[in-house]
Each structure stands twice: as C-alpha cells, then as structure tokens.
C-alpha cells in the first residue's frame, strides 16, 4: 500500500459508517487522504471517524438540503474536493416480485441509490473539475444479472452504470467517473443470510470465498489515483469471478 499516494487529497465517502465505505474511508485515510465520512447513523460514523482519524457530516444521500450543507462545510474546511466515492446502501426494500414492491418501497431505493449519485454530481462535479479529480460509484452485479425479488435494487444499480458513462462525458477531461461493481460481499446486508445460503453463493464463486470489503475498497482506491489516469466512463467488476459462473435464480 502506498501510504503517501493521496497527501493531500480530501476524499467524501458516503455510506461510510460501515461495509465497504468504512472500509474505503480507513483505506483513503491510509493512504494519506483527509477524509470526510457522510451516512446518517451518527454513533457509527463518528466512530469510525475517530478510527481513521477523518472528519464525520451528517447526510442523507437523498436530501439535496443534506448535500447542500456537506459542501458548504466542507470547502470552508477544506477548500477543495480530489475525490468524491458516492457508496450507496444496499438492497433497502423486500425481496419479492416487481408487482408485490410498492410505489413507496421503489421509490426510497431509487432515491437512496440513484437520485444519491446524482445529488453528489451534482454538488461535487464542479469541485472535482477545479482538482482534476475522480468521481466513483457503487454499482453491483445485479445490474448485469437477473436475480428474482430484486427489481428495484437492479434498475437502481444499472441507472448508476448509465449515469457513470454519461458524467465521464459531460465532464471530461477535468473530471474521471468510474463505476465499481462488487459482486457478494461480506457486509451487514448478509447478517440475516443462513449458512445454507453462504456455502451456495461460495460454490458459485471462483474465488472460493465471499469477497471482504477491503477488496472494493482497494478497487476504489485505485480508480481514484494517479494510477487510473487514463480510466474513465469504465466499470471494475470485482466479484471473484461471480458472474461468469453463476445462474440467475
């Protein structure tokens, strides 16, 4: 790991109170970046701010008054953004069949994911473009693989690989918009998955195992860095080899 690769780069992780943004955020911090931490359950994210030595907002990634107040505090800290990982929650609403899912349980997971990425563009896109910056988003494999119970969950991640293409154009060159696409991840969502259902969803994996979020988040800090200087508009499957393997089911 190189521990100088982001001196003095101020890097915004969201969902960053647990799973793979609390991940990224210490990997940034690591690496030397100033981190703020933005999510909406304050105990955890204040803890982990104090781990990683970053600065923790309150925000609700679907709130433009939340993002509002972020940048306002943030470029009178700062005065300036390199970095900008847009981490949204995962799967929020039921498993069940697109005519079971209401109108509110569709629109609350669109909002938390997709209406979020583009609230951070949207508040964050000139800033980056100003440090030559990098803007990234999390997607995942269900927007390239039907799996049943999960509609809402895949339009929203699927929009995100739309919406990444179509930001690394629009503000190209100043600013990079990459997308990285984990595939099953041991975070919180899978606490309420039976050992039966581990062991299946490892069979499917080439990897042999279930991926950490340390894995995403090195991922992410490469397309954040120098590194990456000539990646953008793309999407990093990092799935241990899921989707090549597995059936929708």
Same mark, same amino acid.
């Given at each position: 790991?190189?521990?100088?690769?982001?001196?003095?780069?101020?890097?915004?992780?969201?969902?960053?109170?647990?799973?793979?943004?609390?991940?990224?955020?210490?990997?940034f &911090? =690591?690496?030397g970046?100033?981190?703020?931490?933005?999510?909406?359950d304050?105990?955890?994210?204040?803890?982990?701010?104090?781990?990683?030595?970053?600065? +923790?907002?309150?925000?609700?990634?679907a709130?433009?008054?939340?993002?509002?107040?972020?940048?306002? *505090?943030?470029?009178?800290?700062y005065?300036?953004?390199?970095?900008?990982?847009?981490?949204?929650?995962?799967?929020?609403?039921?498993?069940?069949?697109?005519?079971?899912?209401?109108?509110d349980?569709?629109?609350?997971?669109?909002?938390?994911?997709?209406?979020?990425? +583009?609230?951070?563009?949207?508040?964050?896109?000139?800033?980056?473009?100003?440090?030559?910056?990098?803007?990234?988003?999390?997607?995942?494999?269900?927007?390239?693989?039907?799996?049943?119970?999960? =509609?809402?969950?895949?339009? &929203?991640?699927?929009?995100?690989?739309?919406?990444?293409?179509?930001?690394?154009?629009?503000?190209?060159?100043?600013?990079?918009?990459?997308?990285?696409?984990?595939?099953?991840?041991?975070?919180?969502?899978?606490?309420?998955?039976?050992s039966?259902?581990v062991a299946?969803?490892i069979?499917?994996?080439? &990897?042999?195992?279930?991926?950490?979020? =340390?894995?995403?988040?090195? &991922?992410?800090? +490469?397309?954040? *860095?120098?590194?990456? *200087?000539?990646?953008?508009?793309?999407?990093?499957t990092?799935d241990?080899?899921?989707?090549?393997?597995?059936?929708?089911?």
């Open positions: 790991m190189n521990t100088e690769r982001f001196n003095g780069r101020v890097v915004l992780v969201t969902g960053a109170a647990s799973g793979i943004g609390a991940e990224a955020a210490a990997r &911090a =690591a690496e970046a100033d981190v703020v931490l933005l999510d909406i304050d105990d955890r994210g204040n803890a982990v701010a104090h781990e990683t030595g970053g600065r +923790y907002l309150h925000c609700d990634v709130a433009a008054a939340d993002w509002d107040t972020v940048a306002t *505090s943030v470029h009178e800290q005065g300036r953004v390199d970095v900008v990982f847009s981490n949204g929650p995962g799967r929020i609403v039921r498993t069940v069949a697109v005519h079971e899912l209401t109108e349980e569709w629109d609350r997971q669109i909002a938390v994911t997709l209406k979020a990425a +583009y609230l951070a563009a949207r508040t964050f896109c000139p800033s980056l473009g100003r440090t030559q910056g990098s803007l990234i988003f999390t997607s995942s494999v269900h927007a390239g693989i039907g799996v049943r119970g999960c =509609a809402a969950y895949a339009a &929203a991640k699927g929009g995100l690989l739309a919406l990444t293409r179509q930001l690394a154009v629009e503000y190209a060159p100043a600013v990079r918009v990459n997308a990285v696409v984990p595939g099953p991840v041991r975070t919180p969502a899978w606490d309420g998955i039976d039966a259902g299946a969803t069979a499917e994996t080439p &990897a042999g195992r279930l991926g950490d979020p =340390a894995d995403i988040a090195a &991922a992410v800090a +490469y397309l954040a *860095s120098p590194d990456a *200087s000539f990646v953008t508009g793309s999407t990093l990092v241990g080899g899921w989707t090549i393997s597995t059936t929708s089911s």
